[in-house]
């Protein structure tokens, strides 16, 4: 009986199975027990040991299998002032770190970031995504974040990490100078930028992001919906036959849904009418007729002007229409060697790597001679 007493008071095996998924920290549990000197301490793969003694961090052990004896303590000896070895019980709070990566954790922009788009100009942009965090420096990460928390979860810190990405996300989307209708194309070199970013502030908590992902960038539900329609006018081509057609479709929409014999009436005379027109248009086809001559086509869109953007000491200036360009090369405020960009183009290039304004330069003429002497 006293036998089982005595060794109740004693902890002879150190270890931690976890079986939770979003677990960090997690403190051994001695209630008030004293570490057996010679005790087993086992740290698992993706876990780490810290002792803590009477408040100060004392030794941290990485994955093996540990005899505690002073060889293997030296700093938790030199607090206890054990110059000549010590072979008794010692009390000392342990905790584990898992080590291993906390992948799927969410990020995402709570409001708009406001951007200079090159295309659309002042624009509300949203972002969201994903990444990953682990712990690199138990002892930084103990010492910064846990304190005596004894059941540290991911979702403790979760929102501090989110923070921070959000902000530098916000600030590097805001830098680019990407066009808003190209980002969804660059996000993994966005990606990069923003986790090289919050590298510093990390190791400043001992932590890394192994993992940081775009996933998405979307405008607002508004420009959206302009943005729809302009693509949906560019799909339609002809607007005159494409409206002829909504309409035709809408009558008969409204005439199939007539509970009366009007109703049905409309729907039968516009079927007929319809299947006229189709015929007149076969037969005029038939005779050789381009099927352009049956209905009046309408004008084409008038040219879009090509809009450049000029790189000057680290700022972008622009847009500029052609026009102005002519008069920017006559000011000589535009050189060949100006690198210029414009949408679609791969990158910043000098003016006089891009044709169309190669030939503007040889279009400019020369100086006007100085007015003769006297």
Same mark, same amino acid.
């Given at each position: 009986?006293?036998?089982?007493?005595?060794?109740?008071?004693?902890?002879?095996?150190?270890?931690?199975?976890?079986?939770?998924?979003?677990?960090?920290?997690?403190?051994?549990?001695?209630?008030?027990?004293?570490?057996?000197?010679?005790?087993?301490?086992?740290?698992?793969?993706?876990? /780490?040991?810290?002792?803590?003694?009477?408040? *100060?961090?004392?030794?941290?052990?990485?994955?093996?299998?540990?005899?505690?004896?002073?060889?293997?303590?030296? !700093?938790?000896?030199?607090? *206890?002032?054990?110059?000549?070895?010590?072979?008794?019980?010692?009390?000392?709070?342990?905790?584990?770190?898992?080590?291993?990566?906390?992948?799927?954790?969410?990020?995402?922009?709570?409001?708009?970031?406001?951007?200079?788009?090159?295309?659309?100009?002042?624009?509300?942009?949203?972002?969201?995504?994903?990444?990953?965090?682990?712990?690199?420096?138990?002892?930084?990460?103990?010492?910064?974040?846990?304190?005596?928390?004894?059941?540290?979860?991911?979702?403790?810190?979760?929102?501090?990490?989110?923070?921070?990405?959000? *902000?530098?996300?916000?600030?590097?989307?805001?830098?680019?100078? !990407?066009?808003?209708?190209?980002?969804?194309?660059?996000?993994?070199?966005?990606?990069?930028?923003?986790?090289?970013?919050?590298?510093?502030?990390?190791?400043?908590? =001992?932590?890394?992001?192994?993992?940081?992902?775009?996933?998405?960038?979307?405008?607002?539900?508004?420009?959206?919906?302009?943005?729809?329609?302009?693509?949906?006018?560019?799909? @339609?081509?002809?607007?005159?036959?494409?409206?002829?057609?909504?309409?035709?479709?809408?009558?008969?929409?409204?005439?199939?849904? =007539?509970?009366?014999?009007? +109703?049905?009436?409309? =729907?039968?005379?516009?079927?007929? +009418?319809?299947? *006229?027109?189709?015929?007149?248009?076969?037969?005029?086809?038939?005779?050789?007729?381009?099927?352009? /001559?049956?209905?009046?086509?309408?004008?084409?869109?008038?040219?879009?002007?090509?809009?450049?953007?000029? @790189?000057?000491? +680290?700022?972008?200036?622009?847009?500029?229409?052609?026009?102005?360009?002519?008069?920017?090369?006559?000011?000589?405020?535009?050189?060949?060697?100006?690198?210029?960009?414009?949408?679609?183009?791969?990158?910043?290039?000098?003016?006089?790597?891009?044709?169309?304004?190669?030939?503007?330069?040889? @279009?400019?003429?020369?100086?006007?001679?100085?007015?003769?002497?006297?």
């Amino acid at each position: 009986m006293v036998f089982s007493f005595l060794k109740g008071q004693f902890i002879d095996v150190i270890e931690w199975l976890d079986d939770s998924r979003d677990r960090l920290v997690w403190r051994f549990e001695r209630y008030g027990n004293s570490i057996m000197y010679g005790a087993k301490l086992t740290v698992r793969e993706g876990q /780490a040991a810290v002792f803590i003694h009477e408040g *100060q961090l004392a030794d941290v052990f990485g994955p093996g299998l540990y005899e505690l004896e002073t060889n293997n303590l030296p !700093i938790l000896t030199a607090l *206890q002032h054990w110059d000549h070895g010590f072979n008794s019980p010692f009390k000392s709070e342990v905790y584990f770190v898992s080590t291993r990566r906390f992948p799927g954790l969410k990020w995402g922009t709570q409001n708009p970031v406001m951007l200079r788009d090159p295309e659309f100009g002042p624009l509300r942009l949203r972002a969201f995504g994903s990444y990953t965090i682990r712990v690199t420096d138990p002892a930084v990460f103990m010492k910064e974040i846990v304190g005596t928390d004894g059941d540290f979860t991911q979702d403790k810190i979760a929102n501090q990490i989110r923070n921070i990405v959000v *902000q530098k996300v916000s600030r590097v989307l805001a830098a680019s100078g !990407i066009p808003a209708l190209d980002m969804a194309a660059n996000t993994k070199d966005l990606s990069d930028i923003v986790a090289k970013a919050i590298e510093p502030t990390l190791t400043e908590y =001992g932590l890394a992001m192994p993992e940081l992902y775009i996933e998405n960038i979307s405008l607002p539900p508004e420009v959206e919906k302009v943005l729809d329609q302009r693509t949906s006018m560019g799909i @339609a081509g002809d607007l005159n036959k494409y409206t002829q057609f909504a309409a035709a479709q809408a009558m008969q929409k409204a005439a199939e849904q =007539g509970e009366s014999g009007m +109703g049905t009436g409309i =729907g039968m005379g516009m079927g007929m +009418g319809m299947g *006229q027109a189709m015929a007149q248009g076969m037969a005029g086809m038939a005779q050789g007729q381009p099927a352009a /001559a049956q209905a009046a086509a309408a004008p084409p869109p008038p040219p879009v002007e090509t809009q450049w953007h000029l @790189a000057e000491a +680290g700022q972008t200036k622009g847009p500029f229409g052609t026009g102005q360009l002519q008069q920017m090369i006559a000011q000589g405020a535009l050189t060949p060697e100006s690198l210029v960009w414009t949408a679609g183009q791969d990158g910043w290039k000098k003016a006089a790597d891009v044709p169309d304004l190669a030939r503007l330069f040889a @279009a400019t003429p020369p100086p006007p001679p100085p007015p003769p002497a006297g």
